[in-house]
């Protein structure tokens, strides 16, 4: 199927036209399976000319298969492009998104289950510090935060609620403000930063200025006026712009929008769930990739004939409605087989590009960007950024993941200093880490690395010697 005029990118020469289907396709290219299938009960419950036949369908054809087997026709089809990946859209089994395992079944190292919650990863690092009361505190700490990861009630009202001195919440709350990701549950992006820059206090070109920049000079620091930030501070223009420099790249406002746990990636569109993939990815005995595009709905879609037929004699005062049902349904049709094509495609291409990533592992992600990739299909980057989003695909593995880490351009660096700094007989400081990487192949500042450092919730030199002793 040729995608339609408006998704193909001709720059200034050409303006995309807003059309009905161009706004339905981007719009249901931006939902995951499970939200996909809700639009389309929904559309089912409210339009009479859309039916939803029964039985196991190919999505592709429609051709009506026996359980558990693939469409012959489009197999073979498949086939015949050699080694290249097996892409295409899958009908919902019983196995729907496990490659074909049972639950019984599933690898050890499983991770489909609901990723874990801000305030649930917080709490498991510290509860073993805290005693029952304390853990009520914090609880009650860890559900007030906002989607930045700060802290939206007084820690005083907190006190009140439990009936206990301030000292006490203020005590728990600095726990967790330890804990990865540093400076969570904080009040203030400027109380976050500040206990960040505690961790780091080390490695800043001066703390006690970073920290009087933080407190005095946040509107300074936005709006990048080092001459008057030097004049705040007491230091030369160069020397404000190096405090800020630090600031900048290194510490982060919005703990929660850091990389934490193992699904989060840095501004990445994480969907609310991960418990079915919209993508499974399986490695054949001859090495060959199969990647399956979930169709979500147990049957095939189709406009319901009995109401073609009927419009033919509708009433008159129905004939206008009727009609429109049957214009919505037929687009809701074509735009959904637009989506699968434009999803098909992208993966199509991620397969091949990250190959090794998806057998190897994360130390094997190579750098992709969503423009290089709008490029190389010839469609606009929203359309890429749309396809991504809130989506997760299942590696051969097991494990999954979100479909925007194939998009993580640091992911594989992260992955060589984790390792770095597992196999450190002391702890090494940012420095000699970032020779260690060079040496690697991957030549980043000091100051690149203290940042990957603190999206991995990996403590500096100094305090992993002082929790190692």
């Not at 805290?130 to 005083?156: C, K, N, R, Y």
Request: proline share 6%; aromatic share 4%.
């Amino acid at each position: 199927m040729a995608l339609p005029s408006q998704f193909l990118y001709q720059g200034a020469r050409q303006r995309p036209q807003t059309t009905a289907h161009l706004a339905q396709t981007m719009s249901l290219l931006g939902l995951n399976s499970q939200e996909l299938n809700a639009q389309i009960e929904a559309a089912l419950a409210a339009n009479p000319a859309l039916e939803l036949l029964e039985g196991r369908h190919c999505p592709n054809c429609g051709r009506k298969l026996r359980s558990g087997a693939s469409c012959g026709p489009c197999s073979a089809k498949l086939a015949a492009e050699g080694d290249q990946p097996l892409v295409f859209v899958a009908p919902t089994d019983t196995g729907y998104g496990l490659n074909g395992r049972s639950g019984e079944e599933l690898p050890e190292d499983y991770s489909g289950a609901q990723p874990e919650t801000l305030a649930s990863y917080v709490m498991r690092q510290i509860a073993t510090d805290l005693d029952a009361s304390e853990q009520e505190i914090a609880a009650h700490i860890l559900t007030s935060l906002d989607e930045d990861g700060l802290l939206t009630v007084p820690l005083l009202e907190v006190a009140r609620f439990h009936h206990v001195p301030l000292v006490v919440v203020e005590e728990v709350a600095q726990r967790i403000q330890q804990a990865d990701p540093l400076g969570v549950g904080s009040s203030s992006p400027s109380e976050a930063l500040l206990v960040q820059l505690v961790a780091l206090e080390n490695q800043a070109p001066n703390a006690e200025l970073c920290a009087k920049a933080i407190r005095e000079g946040m509107g300074m620091l936005g709006k990048r006026q080092y001459a008057e930030l030097g004049s705040l501070l007491g230091v030369s223009k160069a020397k404000a712009e190096q405090i800020a420099d630090f600031i900048t790249h290194n510490l982060s406002p919005y703990p929660a929008r850091a990389h934490w746990g193992s699904l989060r990636t840095p501004n990445a569109e994480s969907p609310s769930t991960y418990s079915q993939p919209d993508i499974a990815i399986r490695l054949q005995e001859d090495g060959r990739l199969v990647v399956e595009v979930m169709w979500p709905l147990r049957g095939l879609l189709r406009v319901n004939p009995l109401f073609q037929q009927a419009l033919r004699e509708a009433p008159e005062d129905k004939a206008e409605q009727w009609k429109l049902d049957m214009e919505q349904a037929n687009l809701l049709i074509k735009c959904l087989a637009q989506r699968n094509h434009t999803i098909v495609r992208l993966m199509q291409i991620l397969a091949v590009l990250q190959r090794q990533f998806i057998t190897g592992g994360d130390a094997h992600l190579k750098p992709l960007t969503r423009a290089a990739i709008a490029e190389e299909l010839g469609v606009h980057e929203s359309t890429i950024s749309r396809a991504v989003a809130g989506k997760a695909v299942q590696l051969p593995s097991g494990k999954i993941v979100p479909l925007a880490q194939f998009f993580d351009r640091s992911l594989h660096v992260r992955t060589a200093l984790k390792k770095i700094i597992r196999d450190e007989a002391k702890p090494l400081s940012d420095t000699k880490l970032a020779r260690l990487l060079e040496q690697q192949g991957f030549a980043i500042a000091r100051r690149t690395v203290a940042k990957y450092r603190m999206m991995e919730g990996i403590l500096p030199a100094h305090m992993r010697k002082a929790q190692a002793a």
